[in-house]
Each structure stands twice: as C-alpha cells, then as structure tokens.
C-alpha cells in the first residue's frame, strides 16, 4: 500500500521541482565528478607506487600528485556548488509546498479543523513538509552519490581482479542484509526509548504542575520515588540500547568490514603478488578503495529509513491537499450586502457524520433584535452559530438572509456583515494595532482608535509600551482576561457589522469585571442584530427572544418573563443558577458553568 | 558576537569545569576505568597502521628475496600466515571500542537519573513565588532536555562528550607519535596542514551554531504563527482574515528561505571538508613521501602507514572544535540549572521544619498578618534585598495588611471577595506554601513554623481551583499514594460525588487518566480532587473556588454527607456562587487587603455593601 502512495508522492512532487531542472542537472553532474574523484585517488597512488617509484622518477611522481591535487580542487569545488543548488531548491520548494498547505488549511472547513488537532496541522505543515524537502535535496543526493561510489568501486574492482569484485559484491550483499535487520531492530528499540522519554516528560510536567499540592499534602518522598521508577525504566532502556549498538553490533561490524574484509584480500592478494599476477602498487589501491567502500553502504541504509519516512510524510502532506473544503464557496459576491430584514433558520438540521447534533431547527432573528441562546453544553447550540458562519452547512434545511439562501451568496461577501466574538480569545502573533484590524490593510487607525476608545479599550492600550504598536506576546498572554475580552470586542466593532454573535464569557468572573464587560459589550450591541449564546441567565433577561435547546432540539422560545411563566427547562435552569432550589435535575447538568475558563490569575496557585 | 556569547556565560570556564568535577568526585574509580579504556583502545588503533606497514614491506623484502630465490614459496606462506595473526589480533581494537562507549553510556545515564532528582528535589522545596519566575514548561525542558543523554544534554556532555573529547586528543596525539616515530621529517609535513584544518573547523563551528539558531528561531517563529492561526480558525474565517493571513505568512517564508539556504550551505561546507579537506595532508605525504621512497630513504610500507594514521587523525580532529561547542552549550544547560536552584533561595532557607507534633487542629489564627507578592524585578532579581516595610519603593500593593481572625474546630467559613482580593492567597498562607511578610499564621495558638510539618500536612486537605490529574489510574489519583484502602477512597469519591462518574469508566478506578488514559472534564477532575483531599482523613479542609465542579443539588448533598461523616472537620470555602456562601457558619468578605466584614448570609445582606454588589444586587 505504501508503495503505491509513494509512487504517487513521487509523481505529486515532482511538479514542484519542474522549475529547478536544469540546476538538478548541474547537481547531477557534479556528483558524478566528486564520485569519478574518490576512485582516481588509490588509482594514482598505484600508479606512483608502481611506475613512478620503480623508475625512481621523481618528475613522474610530482606529475601525478599535481594531477591529483587537480582533481581534488575540482572535486571539492564541484560538491559545493551542488550543495549550493541543492540549498536553494531545497528551501524554495519547501516554502512553496508550505505556502500552498497554509493556504489550503485555512480554506477547510471546521469540519476538518475537528477531525485534525492543531498540533498534527503544525507538524503537516512544518515538519512533515521539511521531510518532503530533505529528502529531495539530501536524501535523494546522498542516495544518488551513494550509489555512484559503490558501483563505481565495484566496477574498478571487477576491471582489475573479477574474483575481488565478486567477492567485494558478495559481501555487500551480505553486510547489506545484516546492517539493514539490524538498523530496523535498533530503530524500534529507539522508538521505545523515545516514547518512555515523552512518558517521562509527561509525568514530570504533571508533578511540576502539582508541586503546591504535593507539598501541602506532605507527598514529597512518593514523588520522588516515582520520579526515580520513571527514569530508571528509560535508563535501563537506553543502557540495553547502547549495548547492542556498540558492543554487539558496532564492534562485529567494524571487526568484519575493517579487519576480516583485509584479512581476506591479505590472504588472497599476497600469492598472487608473489605468483607476479598482481602489483604492489594494485594491493595497496585494493585498500584504499576498500576502506571507502562500506561507508557508503552504511549511508545509504540511512537513506533508505529517511526516505520511508519521508514517503510517508509525503503521503500526509498530499492527503491534506487532496482534501477538498466541506464548505463550498460556489456563491456569488454580493457587494454592500446589508442586513434587511433579518435571517430565518428553515428546518435546519445538522449532523457530523451519523451523530445529530440538531434537529429542524426553526426560528427567525429580525433586524435589530437581540437573541439569546440557552441550553447544556451539546444541546445544539454553537452549532446555530456555526452553521450561521457557514463554518459548516446544515445537513438539511436552510438559513435565509432576507429571503436568500446564504450559501448562494460568497463566503466573503456574507462573512463579511457578521462580527463573532468567542469566549475563548484568540488574539494572532502581531501588533495589537494589526489584530483589532484583523489584519486587514485597508482600515485605516482613526477607525480603529474610534471603535477602542468607544469601547473603554483606548486607555489600557495606551499604557502597553507602544500603544497600539505593542507586539502581542503569546495569545496576548501578557493581558489580563478582561483586557483580551475588550480587545475581542473592539475587534468585533472595527468590522462594524450588522450580526453579532456572541459566545458569552462566563462563570468565574466576579461580578465587578463583568459588569464592565457588560457594559462595553452593550455599546457594541447597539443598533444591530445580535445572536448571544448565554452560559450566565442573568445576563440576558434583556434579550428580545431566548431560544432553548435541548439534545439538538429546540424546545421553548420567548423573552425572559414569558419563560419563566412556562414549567420547563429554562424556569429549572434559572432557579438552579439563582439558589439551588431545585433538589436534583436530570436533564440539564450544570454543563454549562464548566466549560467556561477561569479568571483567576494563572500564577495564583501554582 | 563572540564577545556577547562570552558575556551569555555566567561564570569563567573554571567555574563549570569544577562544578563538573564535583559531580565526578564520587564516580572516581568510574573515570579512571573509563581513562584506562581510552588508552587502551587507542594505543591498539594506532598500531594498526604499523601493521599494515609491517605487511606492506614484509610482502615487499619478501617479494624481492623471492623473486632472488633466496626464499622459498613454503617460507613465504608461513610468513603470510604469520601476518594473517597479526591482522587477526588487531580485531581487538574494534571489540574494545564497542565496550568502551557502553560504560560511557552507562555513565550518561547515571548522571541524567542524579540530575534530575537533584534539580527536582529543588523544584520540590520552593515556594510560590518561584513558580511566578519558572513556568512549568520551561521547568520541565531543564530537567528534559537541558540534562539528557541523547540528543546530547548536560549528562552527555559530562560524560561521554568529555571522555569523546579525551578519546579524540589521545588518537591524535599518539597517530602524531607514532608517525614522529616512523620518520619524524614527514611527520613534520604531514602534520603541517592539521593547525590550519583545526582553525578552520573552528571558524565553521562557530558561525554554524549562530546561523542554525537563526533559524531556529525563525522555525519557532513560524511554528507561533502556524499555532496561533489553526486555533483561532473561527475569528480568521469569520473576519475574512485568510488572504491578509497568507501574506503575513508568505512574508514570514520569504525571510525564511535565506536562513534556510545559509544553514545547508554551511552544513554543505562541512561535507565538503569531511570529503576532501583530509586530502590536504596526504597531499604532502604522497610528494614528499613519494620523495623519500624513490631516494630509498623510506620504505613503501611506511609511505602506506602515513596515509592510514592521517585517515584516523581526520575526524577526531573535527569532533574537538565540535566538542569546544557542545561544551558551551553544557555550560549554558549548568548556568540554566543554576538560576532555577538560586531563584528564590531566601525562601528555602526560611523554610526549616518544626519540631512540634500537633495531634489535632483546634484552632486556626491569623494575627497581624501582612503579605505582599513579589514584584518581578525583585525575582528577577534575586540579590535585591528582601521587601521590607521600610522600603516603599517598586512595592507591589499589600495582599494583606495587619489581617487578623481565628477559626476554631468545626467551623464552616464561606471567604468571598471580588478578583484580587487576595482569597486564594489567603488558603495559600493557612497551607504554608505562602508565608507572611510580617506577622503569623498560628495553630493551636502555636506559630505555623514550630510545627513539624509532616504532622500538619497530615491533617490538612487542599482543593485547588485548578485540579492537577496525574497520568495514572483514578484509584492512585484519588489515594495521591498513601495507600488507603479501596473502602476509605470509595466512600470519599462517593462523597465528592463522584463515583457514579467513576462507575461509567470502562475500567472504573482502575481507569487510568491524563496523557494516555481517559480525559475528565473540568467538574470531574475538581470531584475528583475533592475525594483526594478527603482521603487523607483531614481536620481542616481548604477548598477554592469548587462552585464550578458540583451544581447546586450535588453540592448540598456534599456538605450534608460532610458533615455527616467528617463531623468534626473545619473547613474554608473560597466562592463566587452565594448558594454556597449560604450554607457556611460564618462568611469573610475581603477587600483591599483586609477584611471588610463577617457574618451570615443574612447579617452580610443587610450591613455590607461589597457582600450586596456581589451577589448580582
């Protein structure tokens, strides 16, 4: 099976490299050079050793030492101009490889963004991208190289003596076999090694973390101990592997290669120099290429695992290429769209693969309004938002905006009028000038400024070290929770939309703070359209509507009061968050109150 | 640059060569075994090319007397034979050189074990503030990667990297020995490129490493932008924010490429050194060598041994200048270490342990207790003098000024406060992982630090905000290795509420969690902390901020089998939710550094206006 993938990695790549051909020839010529070098050398050495010091011509010797020196220079000069290709190809090839990746990436839908952790996507894109490069501009040319010196050793071989050759092909063959189970075996001990190391960090980490609880607890000594089991189970790991690598098998193989290999020409060569079949001059040329003749051998075992993987790492690159976006952008631009008269879910459900997360949904959002969105934590309810962003597209059903299915429209043009702020706060690597910009251009900063100052957010930026050109440090980790909130917020204003969408920030906020968010995130919901999904109740009593969803259903719609006349979910929902009044509830756990972050400081405990 | 990198260094090269050989001192008898294999395996290398000059010229002589017929076919058999042994005696070389990386291997090994129990016991006994300075991230990397073997750390470095370097120097000085000893003039030759090739290599070196953490750099760079864009996929979508991304991205490539190609045209450099530059000596040799043969003042099979010695000589001679960089970096992994165990030292120091045991906590007292965090200079910082009242200067705000209060055996005390107000610190400071400025922390009237602290430790439970899961099973979870039985630690998860979740786990206790095992949400792990915190059988329970674990019906039957079954048990509930602040005997309000009142629910409503703001008004 991966045969068949990396064939078609093959003929995948290859494309990219279409540019580069002739610098891939040049590279190509070059290594013959350097190979056709390395054979000339114990050749001149021959023959010095056998014309030139016979004939005890001195000019003769120095002829061919100058030629020697020649061919060095030629050589070197050669191999650093195919380096030089090589690096060039290389990293242009990776950057256009990783450039479409991104590209691609970010045009998935959230469908894939599900189904792909983070972590995995940085790998594909940097990682196993640098794999696919490496092993054009190093692999490949070690390979090629590699090839090149043992064939053209064994062809020398063969040209002066067949039975050496023979015997020289033979034990690459066997030397081949041996080193190639061995290096599988060693690999997979390594790979052992590897994961008891990340085991280790794993559990270090944790203790770290939970060093206040272990000292409070007085658990010190159990720590310890366990520390130690975990090194030593890696430790006693690496020592075995350090055994059979250096003991057992480096020694056997440089026994066999070095010492054995001589030892039989010794035995061989030396009566056929006394039976006057062979010079001197050939035994020590013999040698000298066989010192130079496993070496190859041992790199292009290398090569071969560099390049699996490599293949393989291709295989995943090219899979994340193939992959078509769920979301279709087949609508078309609709410039100035503005929001009329508002937007209707028609039946709407969705399902990820067989699971239903919501079912005929249906439900209006006039203009202007505020609503509000209830319900446990997969009750379906950022699925309506999502669906709204076209992160996905129902399954059944349609969204309307004024009458006009949404997926008619382009992505851009319909985006484009809505301002999503989530309750986690994704702030990107970048000035905090660039991200309420969203890093769009063509705002300009009074627009900017305008929308922060609005917002109560112009102060506390001013007092960063260069205002609104402060670099953001991690995630905007040098902020406190409520500040990264009014960044999300002036984000939101600076695109002035006619939809928001909020995902409400939630539970440990004290009170105070939130207040302030509130006010601020009133002033951004003034005079447009507004879709609030609620973790805290209190807060929205003020919506026009509250939606609320149970298990993909929707089940009760009104303002709070209407609500709270009715018997169900929402009634029990409010008076569990009020006093706890309801003595058990088996429908709606307190889902909701657990999902949301904390605004503790990060170092207050630990 | 090389004097910045200079500058990088804490201490002169003395300093970590000592601070090596302390660590050595003990293994003594390792490092002399270890020298004696060196030697050994050596001082068989380097006669290997004599051997083969003895074979070269004894083939030679032989050939000549042979073809005189001064010896016969018989006689030059059985001198074959004879070197066929020698050759054979030779594979010793190749069996001591693979026992010899083994012991040090073995040695890495040991060193990586004591580093990081040493480095970790460290970690163990700082206070809080410590963990202000050292994220656990960046903890974890030094006693990972700072100290392991391989890739090489600080525990290669100290071992196998010295013992490769000592290697490398003793084959280069014996190959330049033993060729001085075949003939001392072409030795002068062949040795006269090696100054020269070692200066290059060093030069390589150097600019190698600065250009490698260059892109290094722009790797992690990249690797921040790529984390930052995936996760926040949502707001990059919604805000039309994917063409400006590709930019801001393709820009980030661009910059990348030139580092790219200055890296392997470096590396490139390398190879083409390791492929011709150990020519440049046999250069010499093979004219003046050839020379000498042609004059007969040199045999062939000593022109043969020269280029065998220079072949050797060529990669110890490039694992030094890479040796002089590895150890650099050591140095920096040792200076790393360092800083961990200096940052907050005053701290440890305080810390000694009592000499009372306490059977029971009566009752808990805080008199006059001030505290301040530190500021970031001053833990930067850590030479600054201590914080004193005296000096007003760069101070953070006081968490606690002169805060006073007692809370006897039994109590329930409810402490609110808005963010900030200093209520986590607060069961910090009762716990002993915080210790006041000024004033104390009494138990039984008794101040904390006179008390053994095992034996208070004991008696206490501590529920964090923020529950730490250990990768294991949730049974060693809840028992956090006390070896309780399954009885006491199935009751305590039923208490906290627990075990029903417990019981939908394919393996219940036996169910591992964290990195391999199942994943618990937020209100599991925190249930799950408080069955740990009672199943060390506590007097006095700290918990902080669990609202979010428990929804209101399970957090009453929580208290109401608390006080069932641990009647006796005083405890300290930091919340937000005023259901739960409801249910405690006593309710501390806090507010800029002191308390601002105490009451019921009910006293509170009526008399305190912060209590009225916090309970949504």
Redesign the interface.
């Known amino acids: 099976m991966l045969i068949n993938n990396s064939k078609s990695v093959l003929k995948r790549i290859l494309p990219y490299f279409r540019p580069h051909l002739a610098s891939l020839g040049v590279a190509l010529l070059t290594m013959i050079v350097?190979t056709g070098v390395?054979l000339i050398?114990p050749m001149i050495?021959r023959t010095?050793?056998d014309t030139?010091?016979p004939a005890?011509?001195?000019e003769m010797?120095?002829r061919y030492?100058g030629f020697?020196?020649g061919c060095?220079v030629f050589?070197?000069i050669a191999?650093?101009v195919?380096?030089?290709i090589?690096?060039?190809i290389?990293?242009?090839v990776?950057?256009e490889i990783?450039?479409r990746l991104?590209?691609h990436?970010?045009?998935q839908g959230?469908r894939f963004?599900d189904q792909h952790q983070?972590g995995k996507?940085?790998t594909r894109?940097?990682s196993d991208a640098n794999q696919l490069k490496s092993m054009f501009?190093q692999s490949t040319a070690q390979l090629v190289a590699s090839v090149m010196l043992i064939v053209g050793t064994i062809f020398v071989l063969m040209r002066e003596d067949t039975r050496v050759g023979l015997v020289a092909m033979l034990s690459l063959v066997v030397v081949g076999l041996v080193m190639f189970f061995y290096l599988t075996y060693i690999r997979t001990l390594y790979t052992k090694?590897r994961e008891k190391?990340s085991?280790?960090?794993?559990?270090?980490?944790?203790?770290?973390?939970?060093?206040?609880?272990?000292?409070?607890?007085?658990?010190?000594n159990?720590?310890?101990n366990?520390?130690?089991a975990h090194?030593?189970e890696k430790?006693q790991l690496?020592?075995k592997a350090?055994?059979i690598e250096?003991?057992?098998f480096?020694?056997?193989f440089?026994?066999c290669t070095?010492?054995g290999v001589?030892?039989l020409l010794?035995?061989y060569c030396?009566?056929q120099?006394?039976a006057g079949t062979m010079s001197?001059g050939t035994?020590?040329m013999f040698?000298?290429l066989l010192?130079q003749f496993f070496r190859p051998l041992e790199f292009l075992i290398e090569v071969l695992a560099q390049l699996q993987s490599a293949l393989a790492a291709g295989v995943r690159v090219f899979d994340i290429l193939d992959t078509e976006p769920a979301v279709k952008d087949s609508g078309e631009p609709v410039s100035g769209l503005r929001l009329q008269n508002g937007i209707a879910f028609n039946d709407v459900s969705f399902a990820y693969d067989s699971e239903i997360v919501l079912k005929n949904a249906t439900f209006a959002i006039p203009r202007g309004q505020q609503l509000a969105i209830v319900g446990a934590s997969g009750s379906g309810k950022t699925t309506c938002i999502n669906l709204l962003?076209r992160?996905y597209d129902p399954t059944e059903g349609s969204i309307t905006v004024d009458g006009r299915d949404i997926r008619t429209i382009s992505l851009?043009d319909w985006?484009?009028n809505?301002?999503?702020v989530?309750q986690e706060i994704?702030?990107?690597?970048?000035t905090i000038m660039e991200n309420l910009k969203?890093?769009?251009?063509d705002v300009d900063d009074e627009t900017v400024i305008k929308a922060a100052k609005e917002l109560g957010a112009h102060d506390f930026i001013m007092r960063q070290s260069h205002g609104y050109q402060t670099v953001l440090a991690?995630?905007g980790a040098n902020l406190s929770y409520g500040e990264r909130q009014l960044l999300s917020y002036t984000?939101a204003m600076v695109?002035n939309p006619d939809l928001l969408i909020l995902d409400e920030a939630t539970?440990?906020?004290?009170?105070?703070?939130e207040r302030e968010l509130q006010a601020s995130m009133e002033k951004l919901m003034l005079g447009r359209t507004s879709i609030v999904i609620a973790h805290r109740l209190?807060t929205i009593r003020k919506a026009d509507r509250i939606l609320v969803f149970e298990k993909g259903h929707l089940q009760q719609s009104g303002d709070h009061q209407t609500l709270m006349t009715q018997e169900g979910i929402y009634r029990e929902l409010v008076n569990?968050q009020m006093?706890?009044?309801?003595?058990?509830?088996q429908i709606v756990?307190?889902?909701p109150?657990?999902?949301?972050g904390?605004?503790?400081?990060a170092?207050?405990?630990? | 640059m090389k004097h910045e990198k200079r500058k990088d260094l804490r201490h002169t090269r003395a300093y970590y060569i000592n601070w090596i050989w302390n660590e050595y001192r003990p293994h003594w008898r390792m490092v002399l075994f270890l020298l004696f294999l060196t030697f050994l395996s050596t001082i068989i290398a380097v006669l290997f090319p004599m051997v083969l000059k003895h074979i070269i010229d004894t083939l030679v002589t032989g050939l000549k007397s042979f073809q005189a017929g001064t010896t016969t076919m018989e006689a030059a058999r059985s001198e074959r034979n004879r070197l066929l042994l020698m050759l054979l005696a030779m594979g010793l070389g190749p069996v001591f050189s693979g026992i010899y990386p083994y012991f040090r291997a073995r040695m890495n090994v040991t060193f990586e074990m004591y580093f990081r129990e040493k480095f970790f016991a460290e970690i163990l006994s700082k206070g809080h503030r410590f963990f202000l300075k050292f994220r656990t991230g960046d903890l974890v990397t030094r006693l990972t990667e700072d100290i392991r073997t391989n890739p090489p750390g600080l525990s290669w470095l100290c071992c196998s990297g010295i013992f490769r370097a000592v290697n490398s120097a003793s084959i280069i000085f014996f190959c330049v020995i033993s060729m001085t000893l075949l003939h001392w003039k072409l030795a002068l030759v062949a040795c006269l490129p090696l100054p020269i090739m070692l200066f290059i290599f060093i030069k390589l070196e150097t600019s190698f490493g600065e250009t490698f953490k260059e892109a290094q750099e722009g790797m992690s760079e990249g690797n921040d932008f790529l984390e930052a864009a995936y996760s926040g996929i949502k707001i990059i979508t919604s805000f039309n924010a994917r063409k400006p991304q590709e930019k801001l991205y393709d820009t980030l490539l661009e910059k990348r490429i030139g580092q790219e190609i200055r890296v392997d045209s470096l590396w490139g450099m390398f190879m083409v050194f390791f492929e011709f530059l150990n020519y440049v000596g046999e250069i010499m040799v093979l004219i003046f060598g050839g020379i000498m043969v042609i004059r007969g003042s040199l045999t062939l099979g000593t022109y043969y041994a020269f280029f065998s010695y220079l072949g050797m000589i060529i990669y110890p001679l490039m694992d030094i200048p890479m040796m002089l960089v590895t150890l650099t970096q050591a140095c920096v992994s040792i200076d790393r270490l360092e800083d961990m165990q200096q940052a907050d030292r005053a701290w440890q120091d305080l810390d000694v342990d009592g000499a009372t045991e306490i059977a029971n906590i009566e009752s808990l007292s805080f008199e006059n207790v001030s505290f301040r965090h530190a500021t970031l200079e001053k833990l930067e910082n850590p030479d600054l003098p201590a914080a004193s009242a005296a000096d007003p200067v760069e101070q953070q705000p006081f968490a606690f000024r002169h805060l006073s209060f007692t809370i006897n055996r039994g109590e329930k005390v409810a402490i609110v406060g808005q963010i900030g107000s200093g209520k986590t610190t607060l069961l910090n400071l009762i716990s002993g992982v915080m210790k006041p400025d000024d004033g104390m922390v009494t138990i039984n009237g008794m101040p904390l630090p006179e008390i053994r602290k095992q034996s208070f430790r004991d008696k206490i439970g501590y529920i964090q905000q923020e529950p730490v899961i250990f990768s294991e099973s949730i049974r060693t979870n809840i028992d956090f290795w006390r070896n309780q039985s399954d009885e006491l630690i199935q009751s305590c998860a039923r208490l906290a509420q627990f075990e029903r979740e417990v019981m939908t786990f394919p393996g219940g206790y036996t169910e591992p969690v964290g990195q391999r095992g199942v994943t618990l949400s937020g209100g599991q792990r925190q249930r799950l902390s408080i069955a740990r915190a009672l199943v060390g059988r506590p007097q006095l329970l700290l918990m902080d901020d669990i609202t979010a674990s428990l929804d209101a019906a399970n957090e009453k039957k929580l208290w109401a089998d608390l006080n069932r079954e641990f009647g006796a048990i005083t405890c300290l509930i930091v919340t937000h939710r005023m259901a739960t602040a409801m249910m405690a005997d006593r309710i501390i309000v806090l507010k800029d550094g002191g308390i601002e009142a105490t009451g019921t629910h009910d006293e509170l409503l009526r008399d305190c206006a912060t209590y009225r703001n916090l309970s949504h008004g």
Do not use: W
Request: aromatic share 10%; net charge neutral.
């Open positions: 350097v390395h050398r050495l010095i050793i030139a010091i005890k011509d001195v010797a120095l030492a020697f020196i060095l050589g070197a191999m650093y195919r380096v030089k090589m690096a060039r290389g990293a242009e990776v950057a990783k450039r991104f590209s990436i970010l045009g959230m963004f983070t996507l940085i894109s940097e501009t090694v190391n085991a280790l960090t794993g559990y270090l980490a944790e203790y770290i973390q939970g060093v206040p609880l272990i000292k409070v607890h007085g658990r010190e159990d720590i310890m366990n520390l130690r090194s030593q430790a690496e020592c350090a055994f250096y003991t057992l480096s020694s056997a440089r026994f070095e010492i001589l030892m010794f035995a030396s009566s120099v006394y001197v035994l020590v040698m000298e010192r962003l992160f851009a985006r484009r809505i301002a999503l989530l994704y702030l990107f690597p970048g969203a890093f769009h251009t991690e995630r984000r695109k539970s440990s906020v004290d009170v105070i703070t209190v569990i006093a706890g009044k309801a003595e058990s509830h756990e307190a889902e109150l657990i999902e949301a904390t605004d503790e400081p170092g207050a405990v630990a």
